[in-house]
């Protein structure tokens, strides 16, 4: 009786799961046909391999992230085009294959040892903070408010429902990595396994490389994000330039590396092949970061080598070793390819990484402190500052940067914060960066209890001091970047670091905190709970959409199409199904002119219902509720005296809409409601 009550949960969490993945897919994904006939194969592929197969679907999984970024670019689906990120929709089905065999298989007991409190504090951190800011921006419907309105939730006009996708995809953006993170150090248990995942990942880069090649050689337009391509740059299979260089530098570190490891003989000596155009292509990706961090990996392979081979040698030569020649052709070929391009006549094939980097060094530190990144980061401080226990909440840093510049007079707009740390701190406050600083001390242990394996004379020790050295350039960027929503970015890392913790020492028995400390890891749970309650407050009160819109006037308009004109009223909006238009009522009498065109309006009524939002978003006054019988244009008028002074919001209300593509064939795919004439006051009553 007690597994068959486990197996229903079970059953249950995965019927929740595959819902949700349905409806995230309907919401996010691009319904493209020959998009999705490219996808989704490799999704279910990716699933079903999954299930009946484990190790197997993380293999698939690792191989696929890097190469699968760009396929929206192939069929005109850009940046200007909202949609979930490939490798996110790619982990989504993956862990569905992970429940899936979870259900009906055996728990897979995560190896998380001392990582386990303050992972599952951060991971549940993360997620009360989304669904608590999710549901801020959705201004708590269903809970307060029915149906849901599409309100405006800062001075950049971004809607209520723009504000939500940017909460769930931050927020999975933390889970998801941290998932692959437990799952890949779950089901590669042996060093065999760890090192063949990470030869899947590396092969997947080279074959990106290829592609970034072919981008460098014909113009970079071919699967290039318009971003990118409008900068010159190259962005491979990633989802853009600056990803796919940071992603080329942590990959030709790994192979660095290897590569240059003394004592493997011949072993690893090819990897250079690879290597070489790697490190040409991050010239062109625009990544200042990539280049900087990867001199910097370098700098650390040539040290840990240098020692490695004196021990190897036993005080002999060091001339003996691979190191010392492997790092001066390296120096070499960078200097060699750096001057070449840097200095080339042609404008068109000038290194824009190396331009960039020329500008930084020139502008000097003061001068970044005051640029665009530096106002960013003051930003992310201000948030901090203002919200310290919680922050603005998950995935709203993007959302609440133009609020936040409103008023304090900037006018910056980004995706992120440009600093990883300060972005958590921006969106969970204090406590964010505190549970992830105890996952870093707790990570920084584990690091240095293993990396002096790094100067043994086995493969081990060449597989530890390259995925160190990747690791490495990626800790760097993040201080310049965060990478939020590059989550193949993301995902590299945690699968080096994965595999890194694989192939180095095991913690012992003992070190884990799993089985031990109750009453602190209930503490700790109710501290979370507290900062969730004091976040659910700001989100109640200074955070409020109410409040946003009275303190910055926000103009709320949702709801409506782009402005068109007839000759008969001039310029009019078309609704859908509800919209909303914020007025000020200066005069007593509101004219609104209004119309419908449902083709068969004659034989069924379209019912119109009007109401005003007024003082709070929660109380709404009866204004109007009618027929259209027909499709002439016909001014309806009000009397507003009560409402005299204030600013609301004239809500509209259509009980049915039609589809001019579906219902008559006309290139039209939008569901109209009713046509909408600017609203005008008189003060006087009508005649």
Same mark, same amino acid.
């Given at each position: ?293 990867? @001199? &910097?990996?370098?700098?650390? =392979?040539?040290? #840990?080598?240098? !020692?490695?081979? +004196? %021990? *190897?040698?036993? $005080? ?116 964010? @960066? &505190?549970?992830?600083?105890? =996952?870093?001390? #707790?990570?920084? !242990?584990?690091? +240095? %209890? *293993?990396?002096? $394996? ?234």
């Amino acid at each position: 009786m007690k597994e068959l009550v486990k197996r229903f949960i079970r059953l249950l969490i995965v019927l929740i799961y595959g819902l949700g993945l349905v409806l995230f897919f309907q919401t996010y994904v691009p319904l493209v046909r020959p998009f999705l006939l490219l996808l989704v194969p490799l999704l279910g592929l990716t699933a079903f391999l999954t299930m009946f197969r484990p190790r197997s679907g993380i293999y698939l999984f690792i191989f696929l992230v890097p190469l699968i970024n760009n396929f929206p670019y192939y069929f005109g689906i850009h940046e200007d085009i909202p949609h979930a990120p490939t490798a996110l929709v790619l982990f989504l089905f993956f862990f569905l294959g992970i429940l899936v065999r979870y259900l009906f298989g055996k728990p897979l007991g995560f190896r998380a040892g001392k990582l386990s409190l303050p992972l599952s504090l951060f991971l549940g951190w993360v997620f009360l903070s989304g669904i608590i800011t999710f549901f801020r921006y959705a201004d708590f419907f269903p809970f307060l408010d029915r149906p849901f309105f599409d309100y405006v939730t800062n001075t950049f006009g971004v809607s209520a429902g723009g504000a939500m996708m940017s909460v769930v995809f931050t927020t999975l953006s933390y889970l998801s990595a941290f998932s692959v993170f437990l799952l890949a150090g779950t089901l590669l248990h042996t060093k065999s396994e760890g090192r063949r995942a990470v030869f899947f990942l590396i092969t997947s880069v080279f074959l990106s490389s290829i592609v970034g090649g072919i981008q460098l050689l014909t113009g970079r337009e071919w699967g290039n994000s318009m971003i990118s391509f409008g900068h010159d740059l190259v962005g491979g299979t990633f989802k853009d330039s600056l990803s796919f260089g940071v992603a080329l530098a942590m990959a030709a570190s790994l192979l660095l590396g290897l590569a240059s490891r003394p004592g493997c003989g011949a072993a690893f000596r090819w990897l250079y092949v690879p290597f070489v155009p790697m490190v040409i292509l991050i010239f062109f990706t625009g990544s200042k970061g990539a280049l900087v961090s990867i @001199l &910097l990996a370098a700098v650390f =392979i040539f040290s #840990v080598n240098r !020692t490695a081979a +004196r %021990r *190897i040698h036993q $005080g002999g030569d060091i001339r003996r070793s691979r190191a010392r020649p492997a790092g001066i052709v390296i120096l070499v070929v960078l200097a060699l390819v750096g001057g070449y391009i840097g200095f080339q006549s042609g404008q068109e094939n000038q290194s824009s990484t190396l331009s960039r980097l020329n500008y930084m060094f020139k502008e000097g530190p003061l001068q970044l402190m005051a640029s665009w990144r530096g106002r960013l980061w003051e930003s992310a401080v201000r948030m901090m500052g203002q919200y310290p226990l919680t922050g603005v909440g998950c995935g709203a840093y993007i959302i609440e940067l133009s609020n936040f510049n409103t008023e304090y007079r900037s006018r910056e707009v980004s995706q992120s914060a440009e600093n990883y740390w300060l972005h958590a701190g921006a969106e969970l406050g204090f406590a964010g @960066l &505190l549970l992830l600083l105890w =996952i870093g001390v #707790v990570l920084y !242990t584990r690091f +240095r %209890r *293993i990396l002096p $394996g790094a100067y043994g004379a086995d493969s081990d020790g060449a597989w530890i001091v390259g995925l160190s050295a990747g690791m490495i350039v990626y800790a760097v960027n993040l201080f310049f970047h965060t990478y939020i929503w590059s989550y193949e970015v993301g995902y590299i890392f945690w699968i080096f670091l994965a595999v890194y913790l694989t192939i180095g020492e095991r913690e012992p028995k003992g070190l884990s905190d799993q089985k031990r400390g109750g009453a602190r890891i209930t503490a700790a749970c109710l501290v979370v709970f507290l900062l969730g309650g004091v976040h659910l407050w700001n989100s109640f009160h200074s955070l409020s959409i109410e409040n946003r819109t009275r303190s910055l006037g926000l103009f709320q308009q949702f709801g409506l199409y782009v402005k068109e004109r007839n000759p008969e009223v001039g310029r009019f909006h078309w609704t859908g199904k509800t919209a909303g238009l914020l007025i000020d009522v200066k005069k007593p009498y509101l004219f609104l002119p209004m119309h419908v065109s449902h083709p068969d309006v004659r034989q069924k009524p379209v019912g119109v219902r009007l109401r005003l939002i007024v003082d709070s978003f929660h109380r709404k006054v009866d204004l109007d509720e009618f027929e259209l019988i027909n499709d002439a244009w016909e001014t309806k008028s009000y009397d507003l005296h009560e409402m005299m002074g204030r600013r609301v919001i004239l809500l509209i209300e259509v009980d049915r809409t039609w589809n001019p593509q579906r219902d008559k064939g006309i290139p039209d795919p939008r569901n109209l409601g009713v046509a909408v004439g600017l609203p005008y006051f008189r003060g006087k009553r009508p005649g």
